[in-house]
């Protein structure tokens, strides 16, 4: 069964950066749209930031004008670039793509000092 494998999250202090990473483990035929989630302790899952195969983007309000997906070279693959993160922003991960099915990430953990 095709997941997607994420990388890059890790522990950052308030202000920093980090780059999310995201792709499949084997083929998918369709890719409608890719995107993150989030989910904080104690907190209902988030959407974060979605892209859709026409590279129209959609964010959360708590993270515009701070993250940034992007679609990479390679088929299937999506970053999120998340700069100046704050404490808030500490969550663990998921990445997802929306195909003839939904897909999904084992999640990858951020964590943001204060």
């Known amino acids: 069964q095709v997941q997607l494998v994420e990388s890059g999250g890790g522990l950052v202090q308030a202000g920093g950066s980090l780059r999310l990473s995201c792709a499949p483990s084997g083929s998918i035929g369709s890719n409608n749209a890719m995107g993150w989630y989030r989910q904080a302790p104690g907190k209902q899952r988030e959407l974060v930031a979605t892209?859709?195969?026409?590279?129209?983007?959609t964010y959360a309000n708590s993270v515009k004008g701070r993250f940034t997906i992007s679609r990479g070279n390679a088929k299937n693959t999506v970053y999120l670039q998340m700069n100046s993160l704050k404490p808030e922003d500490t969550a663990v991960y998921y990445c997802?793509?929306?195909?003839?099915?939904?897909?999904w990430g084992q999640g990858t953990q951020v964590t943001v000092s204060s």
């Open positions: 892209i859709t195969s026409g590279g129209t983007t």
């Open positions: 997802y793509l929306l195909g003839t099915g939904v897909y």
